[in-house]
């Protein structure tokens, strides 16, 4: 069993840039797939991004591509999402999540709002 508990998400204006973390437990965080996902209000949960067990390969939708950058500590058990040139429409709440593939899907966090004003 995994816990994840997203944090870092606010208000941000058009152009600027927050980060996002996401703490997990259990001593076995190195081999899960990390993922984060986010939805919009009236739509669905879509992927983001993912980062393997390693660190080394991470994948993004091409909605955020060169605008925002996954990684992971393992010694710290965290996964972060580093957004950057944020548009009106990356609004969402943003979600962690756990699994043994990708994308991952085993284990979900509770969400964390992002907001960016125009």
């Known amino acids: 069993q995994v816990q994840l508990v997203e944090s870092g998400g606010g208000l941000v204006q058009t152009g600027g840039s927050l980060r996002l973390s996401c703490a997990a437990s259990g001593r076995t965080f190195r081999t899960y797939v990390m993922g984060w996902f986010r939805q919009a209000p009236g739509k669905e949960r879509e992927f983001v991004g993912s980062i393997m067990g390693s660190g080394g390969r991470t994948y993004y939708a091409d909605s955020v591509k060169g605008r925002f950058t996954i990684s992971r500590d393992n010694a710290r058990n965290t996964v972060y999402l580093e957004m950057s040139s944020l548009k009106p429409e990356d609004t969402a709440v943003y979600y962690c999540?756990?699994?043994?593939?990708?994308?991952?899907?085993?284990?979900w966090g509770q969400g964390t709002q992002v907001t960016v004003s125009s």
């Open positions: 999540a756990a699994g043994s593939s990708h994308p991952p899907n085993d284990y």
